[in-house]
């Protein structure tokens, strides 16, 4: 009963965050979500509605990295990369319902790190 309120509470913060912001081709929305063994983040155009750039710790160049403070690090930073090269430099972070500390404010502080603004 306890995991599935968690998970109802989770999802509740997910959509009251949505609410508020919307990624467009000109400002994407950077969507990160860290689970027990793996990060995904995604770069986002809400208004088309498709995926712009996308990274995961599945794929073989960060198969190494664990999801933690320098995982999130080391991931936020060579995906910094990938946006700039898109051309892209003003960027909407949505922390999928996560408090903004840690592992989030770590890969925030990478694409900051990058000259991404938000």
Request: with cysteine.
């Amino acid at each position: 009963m306890k995991l599935s309120k968690k998970k109802e509470l989770v999802q509740k913060r997910r959509w009251r965050i949505r609410k508020k912001i919307n990624g467009s081709a000109d400002r994407p929305r950077v969507s990160v979500r860290f689970s027990n063994k793996n990060i995904h983040a995604q770069c986002i155009d809400d208004i088309n509605g498709h995926t712009i750039i996308g990274v995961c710790t599945t794929h073989v160049d960060y198969k190494k990295l664990l999801p933690n403070i320098s995982g999130a690090e080391t991931l936020g930073a060579a995906f910094g990369e990938k946006i700039k090269e898109k051309g892209l430099s003003n960027i909407v972070f949505d922390r999928s319902g996560r408090k903004y500390h840690g592992c989030v404010k770590a890969f925030a502080d990478a694409l900051r790190n990058q000259g991404l603004k938000f």
